[in-house]
């Protein structure tokens, strides 16, 4: 990511949909303070055009940081009709998704957490709930969601897909409780945010007795943020500051056993685990969903919840099943 600028938001050009209608004039950036206006509002994106970009290593355009909210607000809309769309593929609709849900991050990263941000959020969370609920083939999933190119952002979308399959293969039904879940699991990991960037794609194995100190605290970092805010559901809350706990008492911050633990925080848990060993990242090469729970039982000595980890064998299994036939 670009560093901040007190007046503009830089937006990746991987993460502009092709097609689509800017609602902001873009800017290139030629020097400290100076932008070039190179597409105006109300044109459409070109993919051809986009690419020449690229070709001359433009990276990043930019917008005017008062208007970024109109290009996420946009984005968030054409995702939330192109995830339905029965023609598109799983990995055409996750990349819609996730170039919106860019949007989101990136105003996480240079705005800051507030009401339209997390607002932004929990639209996201709508359609991510319906991409993980209209799909019936898990590699498929994680395989377009490792094509996120930050990979923070794909893992957060990742562990809030897994997470809703995990609570429909607990039969949950209630769509707001699904909902909280999902954004929960999204917003997992926004503690990180207040750490300093090296040290989050550290090797914990690298890490000092300091360092893993201050690590461990983005849990507690991210409870704060969200009650800063002072809207978000209290069930919300409690997933951002236990999804590093497990059931039995060996997680952190708190040491909290299953019993202690909040419901919800439980399932993204897991999903938090499984996705770390599914989704690549600088830390490790992604394994398959069945390599990943062989890990999770047997090399980690399945420290989470029983019932969650049988639904998401359920949702593995599944998959595998349909594939053997």
């Known amino acids: 990511m670009q560093e901040k600028h007190p007046t503009m938001v830089p937006v990746p050009v991987r ?8 609602p902001v004039n873009l800017y290139v950036r030629i020097g400290t303070d ?44 054409i995702a939330g009709v192109m995830v339905n769309q029965q023609s598109l593929s799983i990995a055409q609709k996750t990349q819609i998704l996730s170039q919106a849900a860019a949007g989101v991050f990136a105003e996480l990263e240079h705005i800051g957490l507030g009401f ?36 923070l952002l794909r893992h957060s979308m990742a562990v ?15 769509k707001q409780t699904v909902e909280k879940l999902a954004l929960g699991a999204l917003l997992h990991d926004i503690g990180l945010k207040a750490l300093p960037p090296e040290l989050i794609t550290k090797p914990r194995a690298l890490m000092s007795f300091e360092e893993i100190q201050l690590y461990e605290q983005h849990p507690y970092k991210g409870m704060q943020m969200l009650l800063n805010l002072g ?36 399932v993204v848990a897991l999903a938090n685990d499984f996705c770390e060993l599914t989704v690549r990242s600088t830390n490790n090469h992604a394994k398959s969903p069945r390599e990943a729970l062989k890990t999770i039982e047997i090399t980690m000595g399945q420290p989470h919840n029983k019932e969650a980890f049988r639904a998401l064998q ?12």
């Open 160 to 174: 809030s897909s897994i997470s809703v399959l995990i609570a429909n293969a607990l039969n949950w039904e209630n």
């Open 231 to 266: 809207m978000v559901p209290d069930d919300v809350v409690a997933i951002v500051y236990e999804h590093h706990e497990n059931a039995i008492g060996q997680g952190y911050p708190r040491k909290l056993r299953n019993i202690k633990m909040h419901p919800l925080a439980k």
């Open 15 to 22: 993460d502009l949909i092709n097609g689509s209608t800017s």
């Open 314 to 325: 359920l949702v593995v299994n599944k998959e595998f099943a349909k594939a053997a036939s």
């Open 116 to 151: 339209e941000t997390y607002s932004h959020a929990r639209q996201i969370v709508e359609a991510t709930v319906a991409l993980a609920e209209n799909t019936d083939n898990l590699s498929h999933l994680l395989s377009s969601l490792n094509d996120c190119s930050d990979e």
């Open 34 to 77: 100076k932008f070039i206006l190179i597409e105006k509002a109300g044109v459409k994106t070109n993919k051809d055009r986009l690419q020449s970009y690229e070709d001359k290593t433009v990276e990043y355009l930019w917008v005017k940081r008062d208007e970024y909210t109109q290009l996420v607000d946009n984005n968030i809309a």
